[in-house]
Each structure stands twice: as structure tokens, then as C-alpha cells.
């Protein structure tokens, strides 16, 4: 089982500011890596797929990176509804995997 | 549009069994994997089982294999879940999904004496 590593766990920061959210494997899941937002009451939202494409809808604050075992989110500039839980998964290898998450919350 | 819609989730007793459907609309049903994923309280995302076009391939998380059961109605455009043998670690949110891009909404189960 390719296990994700998320970190940091928690990541406090306040609106406008930069934020960048890693995911690494334990092996090698090529570009098959997507992003999403968790918000309370709410389906996931894809924000990224294949590592670095961004999803319909989803806006040019959020950005995605990397391939084989280290991949990164990056959120320019932080908006007020930014502030969620993000998690990676990964599709290269039976089973389907998760990241344990990323709370980005305000500080 | 591209629609995902759970049901049958509620309130069981442990080592009991539950149907969850998934009603799905918008999209050719019937070529795609698809698949459900939950989230118990309190805690992240995890993916349950998989089921591909035609049901050629199924897959199950170990913590779920043996006891439920994923299958497909082409033709009423539905996925489920077979249940059975329910702990209270089972309690969560359970999604319907078509990766990478479309869940549904989810269906609450709770797994409580």
C-alpha cells in the first residue's frame, strides 16, 4: 500500500499570505496525485488533478507540483474561504490512498 | 449535469446490514469507474471500494473486505453497497464517487446500540 505523508498536519496563516501544503509517498505514484478541499458539510472538491492540472472552476491562486513521490499545493494568496482541510490521494496503485490531511486555518 | 446521490444511510446496530445506493445522472453511468470513499467523525478520507465498467474489476480496502459488497445497475444508472457485519468503526459519511472529479453529497451511517 503506497502510504501519503501530509505536512504539516496544521498550518496556521493569515489571509493574503502564501501557503504551500506537501504530500509525499511512499513510492513512486508517477503523476497520478489529486488535491482536494474538505469543507464541514460538504463533498470533497477537486481542486487538482494529475499533480499539476487544475480542476473546472477552480482559480489561479491554486497550484499544483511535482511528480514520483514529492508533490506540492501551493495557494498564492490566501482568501477567507481558503481556510479547509486539504487532502492528496493518489490513483497509481491499487489500493487508492488518502493524505491523513492538511488544516490550513486562519491564524 | 453531472449528478451523484446517495441513500440508505442511517442507524444500525452493531453487527447489522445496510444497503447504500447511489443514483447517478449527467454522464454515460455505464463507462466509468466508480466508486465509494467515507470519512468517519473526526477523522480523514478513506477509500472503501472501487467497481469498474462492466464490473470486470472490483476492489475492497482491507478493512472492509469479506463484508461489504460493491455492484453496479447499468441500466438504472445506480451503484451500491452491501453492508454487513456493521461495527462501529464503520460509522461515517460514505460518498459516492467518480474520480477524480464528481462526488455526491454523502449518506450519514451510524453503527450504535
Known amino acids: 500500500e503506497i502510504v501519503l505523508t501530509q505536512s504539516p498536519a496544521t498550518l496556521s496563516l493569515s489571509p493574503g499570505e502564501r501557503a504551500t501544503l506537501s504530500c509525499r509517498a511512499s513510492q513512486s505514484v508517477s503523476s497520478f496525485l489529486a488535491w482536494y478541499q474538505l469543507k464541514p458539510g460538504q463533498a470533497p472538491r477537486l481542486l487538482i488533478y494529475d499533480a499539476s492540472n487544475r480542476a473546472t472552476g477552480i482559480t489561479t491562486r491554486f497550484s499544483g507540483s511535482g511528480s514520483g513521490t514529492d508533490f506540492t499545493l501551493t495557494i498564492s494568496s490566501l482568501e477567507p474561504e481558503d481556510f479547509a482541510v486539504y487532502y492528496c490521494q493518489q490513483r497509481s496503485h491499487w489500493p487508492i490512498t488518502f493524505g491523513q490531511g492538511t488544516r490550513l486555518e486562519i491564524k | 449535469e453531472v449528478q451523484l446521490v446517495e441513500s440508505g444511510g442511517g442507524l444500525v446496530k452493531p453487527g447489522g446490514s445496510l444497503r447504500l445506493s447511489c443514483a447517478a445522472s449527467g454522464f454515460t453511468f455505464s463507462t466509468y469507474y466508480i466508486n465509494w470513499v467515507r470519512q468517519a467523525p473526526g477523522k480523514g478520507l478513506e477509500w472503501v471500494s472501487s467497481i469498474s465498467d462492466s464490473s470486470s474489476f472490483i476492489y475492497y480496502a482491507d478493512s472492509v473486505k469479506g463484508r461489504f459488497t460493491i455492484s453496479r445497475d447499468d441500466a438504472k444508472k445506480s451503484l451500491y453497497l452491501q453492508m454487513n457485519s456493521l461495527t462501529a468503526e464503520d460509522t461515517a459519511v460514505y460518498y459516492c464517487?467518480?474520480?477524480?472529479?464528481?462526488w455526491g453529497q454523502g449518506t450519514l451511517v451510524t453503527v450504535s446500540s
Open positions: 464517487a467518480r474520480f477524480p472529479d464528481y
